[in-house]
């Protein structure tokens, strides 16, 4: 079992940056794929980024590529999401994912998932 814990969400005027955070937890977390997905309101829930623990190859959402910076640190447990240059439509629940499978983009390969944390963009 894995356990996962958000933090770093907020309200943030656009073209702000936010950083968010991610504290893993349980016997084998370092065997996961880590993920970041995003829900807006009436919208699905949607894949924004994803890493492996030894920091090898960062995925990112089209939507989100040259803003966002996902990152780990396996020392404390923790995986990043550093947002810049926010804009009114990142306003959503973010969602951090650890999956097994190889293939990131796709939230039915998601194992485990935390809680999430609301980030709210005003124009």
């Known amino acids: 079992q894995v356990q996962l814990v958000e933090s770093g969400g907020g309200l943030v005027q656009a073209d702000a940056s936010l950083r968010l955070s991610c504290v893993a937890s349980?016997?084998?977390?370092?065997?996961?794929?880590m993920g970041w997905f995003r829900q807006a309101p009436g919208k699905e829930r949607e894949f924004v980024a994803s890493?492996?623990?030894?920091?090898?190859?960062?995925v990112y959402a089209d939507s989100v590529k040259g803003r966002f910076t996902i990152s780990a640190d396996s020392a404390k447990n923790t995986v990043y999401l550093q947002m810049t240059s926010l804009k009114p439509e990142d306003t959503a629940v973010y969602y951090c994912?650890?999956?097994?499978?190889?293939?990131?983009?796709?939230?039915?390969?998601?194992?485990?998932w935390g809680q999430g944390t609301q980030v709210t963009v005003s124009s």
């Open positions: 890493i492996s623990w030894s920091n090898l190859y960062p």
């Open positions: 349980g016997s084998t977390w370092r065997r996961y794929l």
């Open positions: 994912a650890a999956t097994i499978s190889s293939s990131s983009r796709h939230r039915w390969n998601y194992n485990f």
